[in-house]
Structures are given as C-alpha cells and as structure tokens.
C-alpha cells in the first residue's frame, strides 16, 4: 500500500467523523496558535527592548541620588536626598580610574509654547555637544546645530510635529517660549519662562522617553526649573564598555549606597530576565494546552480505534499487515497535527498582533514606539515542528493497538 | 523446489490439522487432525452444526488464524511455516474472503471497496479500476461503483463482497455462511454465482453453509462434527 493511499484512507476515515476531527483539530490549533502568539510577543517585546536601549551607548552608566526611603510614619514631605549631586561630586566621579567623562544633567517637566500652542515635553539639560556619546545612534534633520548654547533648545521631531496636526508646532530657527512653574521656599507658587530658539531637531528614536524630550543648556535649566545647581543625574561614561563595572565599582566606593548606579548593560539584562520568566510562564501554558491538544489525539483515535475494529478486522482479512494498520491510524494523527499547525500559525500570529494592538501601552504610543510581535521563521518551523511531532507521538499508542488486534477478534465485533 | 499439490491440481491441501483453545481451566479441540484436499475449480460446502469446527477450519484455511498443529498447504505452500507478515501477503494475494455480514467498508464507494485488497498489494490505480470494474460488470453491479456499499441491497452488498475477494485473483474464495444475512431468493442466487465462478471461470471456493440446499449445488460437501471429518459427499 503505498503513501498516497494511506493519506486518502486517513482522509477518509477523518471525514466519516467530522465534528469529531474538528474539534481535535480545534485543540491542537488552539495549543499551536497560543505558542505562536507567545512566542511572537516575546520575541517582538525582546527586540522592542534592545532597539530601546540599541540608542544608548553600552558604556553608558546612570548615576543618580539613592531613592529616600520612607519614614514609616506616613504622610510628610519625604526626606531628603542622602547626596547632593553638585560638580564637586561631579569632579570626583570624572576624576576615577576608567571614566572617560561624566556628563551632569539636569530634568524636570516644563511647557513649551508656540504659534499660540502649549505642549508639555519632558527636559534633558546636558551638554547637547556629548549627546552623541551617549547616544551614538542619535540622528538630526538637516539644518539642525547641535551646540551648547544657553538660548537655544533642541527638540524632538515628534514635538516639533505632533501627530494628526497638519501644521508643525514649531521649525529649526524660531522661538519658543518654555515655562517651568514651581513652589518657592517661601510658599509662593512661581512661574519662570525662557525664550529659546529651536536649533535642533532629532529623528525619532523609537524609545517614547526620548522621542518626547527636549535638551537644554544645563545652565539655562538650572535657573529655569531653579535647580540651585544641584543636578537630577549624572551621566557616566566608562573609557570602554569592560571598564563599566570596574567604574561601577568605583563610584559604589566613593558614595556606597547614597547614590543609585545602573547601566544600559544592566537595564536590558533585567528586562530579558524579567520577560524571560514571563516567557517561561506563558509558554509552560501554551505547552499545556498543547498536550491537551495531544490527549485528545490520543482519545479520538483511541475511539476510533475500538469503533472501527471490524473495519480493522477485514483489513487484516483482505491482507493489510501490521504496518499497513499502524501508518493509517499513525496518518490520522499527523493530518490532525499537520492540519491543527497550518491553521494554528496564522491564527496565533493574528491573535499575537490583536493582542499587541489592544495593551493600552501600545495603543497610545506612535507606531514607531509599540512593541510589534516578531515572528522568526525558526521559531514558526518550531512550533510547527512541535505541534506535529507531538500528535505523531500522541498517535503512537492507538496506532500500535489497532496494529496489533487479532483479525478474527476483529472480524468477531460485529 | 518441486510442488507436487500444483502438479496434482491440488489448491489447498490440510495435513492433521488441529485447533486447541486453551480458555483458563477448558481446553477445548476445534479441530481434530482434519485433513482435507481440495483441487482447482471444486465447488466445496463445509456443512456440520454448531461448535462443529466449520468456522475454525475456515479461518486456519484462511491463514487469520494459526494451527495448534497440523500444516495447510495453499497453492503447495505451507503457510504456516510463515511470519505474521507473510501471511497477510498470503491472504491478500492467494485468497478472497466472503462473509456473512458481508464485511464491506461503508464509508467509502463500492469501487474502493473492491479496489482495496489490490491497494493493498500495491497493484498501479489504473490497472486495479479497470479489473474492479470488470468484476462490477461481471456481476451486473457496474452501475453502483460510485455508490456507498450502505445504500445497496444485501444481495448487491454482497456482490461487492465477491468482487473484492475476486479482485487479486486469489488460488481459493473462503465464503463462510455468504448466504446467511440475505432472502432465500438472494441467497440462492448468490449460491449460483458461486457456482459459476467455479463452472465458467475455473474458481475454487470452498463455503461454509448450513443449507443443505446450498450445500447439493456444490460439487462436495464436506460434514464436520466435534472437530472431525464425519462424512464427505460428492454431488453430480
């Protein structure tokens, strides 16, 4: 009996049991769709990651005051800040064996208003000079002056042309008019504003922090957002990425534990750790549902095993051997495989890309900032690869019985 | 090696054939030393009651089951010296099996049906329809090929039966109680069918029948009782 033979009596005997079938089919589709749409999600989120923090350098280590620990009390301003980042601090951290430079910065939330429209952006203020140090993948739009120059203000493409507005917010050579409220010592709640002109503007990144900033003078922020010179973070800069924990270590030593030390290496690492066991978790479930794909494999053709005895019986009476018997039930359950993979994929990669549109996160972010789920061809073949081999083996033992039944015990059911 | 039964004419030959179930504490002997001979073209009823031993000697004639002791010889081949999947060739290729119940898969057409045991020796599509077909005409049943074997008659069903185990050309027909599900009309026609395959197209079939009216349209019957041969008559 030849393959082609086999596959249209399997075929066959599949359709004589429709609803059947479909719904083992169903099972198998459901298990290899859902390890489709992990795997995709896991696979884009990863790559989401690594182009978030492909823009920084990887020697690139964030420095900042310790987070205040809370009193306990409850309630009260929180305490403050162990350290003072000042340039002396600085000076000392520049001055470590292995730093090639420390860029301090200033942050904060200010508005910027132009063309009589108010955005609220996000501030960096450093030296827009070392922004290429920090983030080497950085690109401008022609025109732009990357200088460090206390009236101007380098914006990103999205705030100088936000989304859905036909009309940019604000061009390479016009003002615009920052404003920084805060609340004085004294109580009062005061207003500073700056008129800037727009020097720069970078392409978007695909990181929504950066993608949403604007870089100052640090001088400029510092009366602006009244920092008294005392910086939010300092940007450090190993001589070579094998040099970052060593200034690591450097910094823990001069400041232990009052300031907070991390670095892009480390940052990802997490992340790949955190969405790892996510991914582990996930994929354990779609396993599961996988191998109860398989049981259902194995009870339907177990049925159709004792349902179809005498079929078996006069098979083996019309000379069918043992392996004739064993393939055409074995056949039953790859088509089932085969089938429940074909329809699973496409399935699991929409439902991936369903998922992926509604997480709030991404519905909100700008196309070129959500995490979209990647489909490799090896992880497809995979899980095709999977989903078929484990109906083969769920096939196995059914096959084996019906192979092996007696034809005159067979031919005795009737 | 040299075949004395094929010289003979002899198809199928049976030499102290015996059958002993063993059932925990019971032993029971189906079959007691029989030895048959049975030459090319004979028409042969197997007639004895119930529990006789009629069926055993059928199945151990049909290589589905294997002897306590005791040899078969089919075409001068003793099949027993054989493995389980030689016998399953020796099935498909030497004999056709009819039953009772006629036996047919029901899902699919009455051609795939009669096509199967050439599926199965792997025989090539177009040479297989076209003898299946043949076979559908001989036995004026060419119009139903596409229909399924349920929507038929029993006697039509049972038709498709002796055209599948007609389809490889098989050395012997086993037909064991063919008769048995149809109307005495049908049944006597099917018998005469039978009979012809053996008179026109030189068959050999050996039947198991409790008909007596059958069995005298045979050219031999032979009667089993308790496991043995009781008695053989040979008919005009």
Do not use: W
């Not at chain 1, 489709?36 to 896991?42: E, F, K, Y």
């Amino acid at each position: 009996m030849d393959a082609i033979k086999i596959i249209q009596l399997a075929f066959d005997a599949l359709r004589e049991r429709k609803v059947r079938s479909i719904l083992t089919i169903l099972m198998v589709t459901t298990g290899t769709s859902l390890l489709i749409a992990v795997n995709g999600l896991t696979t884009g989120f990863l790559a989401f990651a690594d182009r978030q923090f492909s823009m920084l350098a990887p020697n690139v280590i964030f420095v900042s005051p310790a987070p205040v620990e809370d009193s306990g009390l409850g309630g009260g301003p929180p305490p403050a800040p162990k350290i003072v980042l000042t340039s002396v601090v600085v000076d000392k951290i520049r001055n470590l064996p292995g730093v090639g430079d420390a860029i301090p910065n200033y942050t904060g939330a200010v508005t910027l208003e132009s063309r009589g429209k108010v955005q609220s952006v996000r501030v960096f203020a450093q030296d827009a000079t070392k922004i290429y140090s920090i983030a080497p993948g950085i690109e401008f739009e022609e025109g732009s002056i990357v200088a460090n120059n206390t009236s101007s203000i380098i914006i990103s493409e999205r705030i100088a042309r936000p989304p859905g507005e036909s009309v940019p917010f604000a061009t390479l050579g016009q003002t615009v008019v920052v404003k920084y409220t805060y609340v004085d010592e004294d109580g009062e709640r005061k207003t500073n504003s700056r008129t800037l002109v727009v020097r720069g503007i970078f392409k978007l990144t695909g990181n929504p922090t950066i993608d949403g900033a604007a870089i100052l003078h640090p001088d400029t922020a510092n009366m602006l957002m009244n920092k008294k010179s005392r910086y939010d973070g300092i940007v450090v800069l190993a001589r070579n990425t094998d040099l970052v924990e060593e200034v690591e270590d450097g910094i823990r030593r001069l400041y232990g534990n009052d300031v907070g030390i991390t670095s892009s290496k480390v940052i990802l690492a997490t992340i790949r750790q955190f969405i790892g066991g996510i991914t582990t978790f996930l994929f354990s479930i779609a396993v599961i549902s996988l191998v109860v794909g398989a049981i259902g494999i194995i009870t339907t053709l177990y049925t159709s095993v004792l349902e179809r005895t005498r079929e078996i019986g006069i098979l083996k009476a019309i000379g069918a051997q043992n392996r004739h018997i064993l393939m055409l039930f074995l056949m039953e359950a790859l088509i089932i495989g085969s089938i429940g993979a074909v329809v699973g994929i496409p399935l699991g990669m929409a439902g991936g890309d369903l998922l992926s549109n509604l997480a709030p996160g991404n519905r909100e972010a700008p196309p070129e900032a959500r995490s979209r789920p990647l489909y490799t061809v090896d992880d497809v073949a995979r899980v095709c690869a999977l989903s078929i081999g484990l109906s083969a083996v769920s096939g196995l033992y059914p096959s084996f019985r019906a192979s092996r039944l007696d034809p005159i015990v067979a031919l005795g059911r009737l | 090696m040299y075949n004395h039964d094929m010289d003979s004419g002899l198809v199928l030959r049976t030499e102290n054939l015996s059958k002993v179930y063993n059932g925990g504490y019971v032993r029971v002997a189906a079959l007691k030393s029989v030895n048959i001979s049975i030459r090319k073209g004979e028409f042969v009823t197997i007639i004895g009651p119930s529990g006789s031993g009629k069926s055993t000697l059928l199945h151990l004639l049909g290589a589905l089951d294997r002897p306590t002791s005791g040899k078969v010889y089919v075409d001068g081949i003793d099949i027993y010296s054989y493995g389980d999947s030689e016998l399953a060739m020796i099935r498909n290729r030497k004999i056709g099996f009819i039953f009772q119940a006629f036996n047919l898969i029901n899902r699919t057409t009455v051609l795939r049906n009669v096509e199967m045991p050439a599926i199965i020796a792997g025989i090539p599509s177009d040479v297989r329809v076209a003898k299946a077909m043949q076979l559908l005409r001989m036995l004026g049943i060419e119009d139903k090929a596409n229909f399924k074997p349920i929507s038929l008659s029993g006697g039509q069903q049972q038709r498709v039966a002796i055209a599948r185990a007609l389809i490889n050309d098989p050395a012997v027909i086993l037909a064991d109680e063919p008769t048995g599900n149809l109307d005495s009309k049908t049944g006597l026609e099917v018998i005469e069918l039978l009979s012809t395959l053996c008179t026109k197209y030189h068959k050999t079939v050996v039947m198991v029948t409790h008909n007596l009216e059958h069995a005298s349209m045979s050219t031999r019957s032979i009667y089993i009782r308790d496991g043995m041969i009781e008695k053989e008559v040979v008919y005009q």
